[in-house]
């Protein structure tokens, strides 16, 4: 039986446990703790965040950034097209109707030019939206300053879904402290995880202070229970907050092995025809949090779903390339800014196995894996041809 390789698995450090005992030692299993208000400061410190409210995931961080920012029912929200539901999941929850930006086929992230032209056509029709969630895709920050500079044109406040990009930098800083709100994610599979939390971070104290108020039900300051507002129970565990301070302390180490996963995956894989690497963009440093690549089945002879399949044969886990939101059902009625470029990565995009804790020897499997799927169809193909 083959060992299944998995596409990222949690990798835990030496610390976490040591910082779990505390909490159990201590019996500060709840409420909150001293746990959360460390692992809010070390991630300042780690990131660059003037303020930091540790939540429960990052779909909650979203949530309350668009909750903080007055997103309400009819609003319109601009959103990245390539991504997961859950950057634009919340814009839902509060009732306002996302709109779709198409991505930048070299970053593969929001195109700032896109993004202008909609601002113009929506300032035209005085139509402006409530806020920008703009997603760093895959580890890659976006190309923040021309995004921040149509946002600051037009008075829009930008928020930064970095749930996939912890760790990156974007000329020197980290990706999520740019805009007025950053939102970062600990689920199981990202670069660092406390099994499920997120974070939300701002340079503005009162803003993070009123999402920690919104986030542990609204309680006004009353012995009794009272509440002026709605509020969620959104806040993070001690507990896992616990395991979030170990885990911080190997960012770097997880950002370096998923790099050097990178590095062997296109040592090997580059010369193949029609295999192409998400690109580097160089205005930062990409985490490589998944290693993706797009096949042009005409030049490798397979399509990117037969090369998943032939993994998945092998035991391998790799996912498709985000699809993107405009293309979701549940979206289907949303507007959609260009679309082209997503829909494409979409359909040639593949993610291949990106854990920290691969071994080489399961590198090779999956760098062998799609080798032979590539010797297979040129034998295929010379026979029949
Ligand atoms: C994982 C992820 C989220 C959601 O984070 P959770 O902690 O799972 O709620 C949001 N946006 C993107 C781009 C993600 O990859």
């Not at 060992?3 to 909490?23: C, N, W, Y």
């Not at 930008?158 to 760790?167: C, R, V, Y």
């Not at 996963?261 to 025809?273: D, G």
């Not at 071994?359 to 041809?385: A, C, D, G, P």
């Amino acid at each position: 039986m083959l060992k299944p390789i998995l596409i990222s698995t949690p990798h835990m450090g030496d610390r976490e446990l040591e910082f779990v005992q505390e909490a159990f030692a201590t019996n500060w299993i709840a409420p909150i703790g001293p746990h959360v208000d460390a692992f809010e400061q070390e991630f300042c410190q780690v990131t660059g965040a003037g303020y930091a409210a540790a939540v429960s995931s990052g779909t909650a961080a979203i949530h309350l950034a668009l909750r903080l920012i007055g997103v309400e029912t009819g609003d319109e929200v601009f959103c990245s097209t390539l991504t997961f539901t859950a950057t634009a999941n919340p814009i839902i929850y509060q009732g306002a109707r996302p709109v779709f930006i198409d991505s930048d086929r070299t970053s593969w992230n929001m195109n700032p030019n896109l993004l202008q032209e909609a601002l113009e056509q929506r300032a035209r029709i005085g139509k402006l939206p409530k806020a920008v969630v703009l997603v760093h895709l895959y580890g890659q920050s976006a190309d923040i300053e021309p995004i921040l500079q149509a946002c600051n044109q037009y008075e829009i406040p930008l928020i930064e879904d970095a749930a996939e990009s912890l760790g990156a930098t974007y000329k020197g800083s980290s990706p999520g402290t740019f805009g007025s709100i950053g939102i970062y994610s600990f689920n199981g599979n990202k670069i660092i995880t406390t099994s499920g939390g997120g974070m939300l971070v701002s340079q503005d104290q009162e803003l993070v202070s009123k999402a920690r108020f919104l986030a542990t039900q609204a309680r006004d300051p009353a012995p009794h229970y009272q509440h002026s507002e709605l509020g969620y129970n959104y806040r993070l565990s001690n507990v896992l907050a616990g395991i979030g301070r170990g885990q911080l302390r190997v960012l770097y180490e997880r950002v370096a092995a998923r790099r050097r996963n990178f590095e062997i995956y296109s040592a090997a894989l580059n010369n193949l025809p029609g295999i192409e690497f998400m690109p580097e963009a160089d205005y930062g440093i990409a985490t490589r949090w998944l290693t993706c690549l797009t096949i042009n089945p005409a030049a490798f002879g397979a399509d990117r779903e037969t090369v998943r399949l032939a993994l998945m044969e092998q035991q391998i886990e790799s996912r498709p390339v985000w699809k993107p939101l405009h293309l979701q059902p549940i979206f289907a009625e949303c507007e959609c800014f260009g679309g082209a470029v997503a829909e494409n990565l979409f359909a040639s995009g593949l993610c291949l196995p990106s854990g920290s804790n691969l071994s080489t020897e399961e590198l090779e499997r999956v760098i062998n894996s799609i080798q032979s799927v590539h010797e297979y169809t040129k034998k295929y193909l010379t026979i029949y041809s």
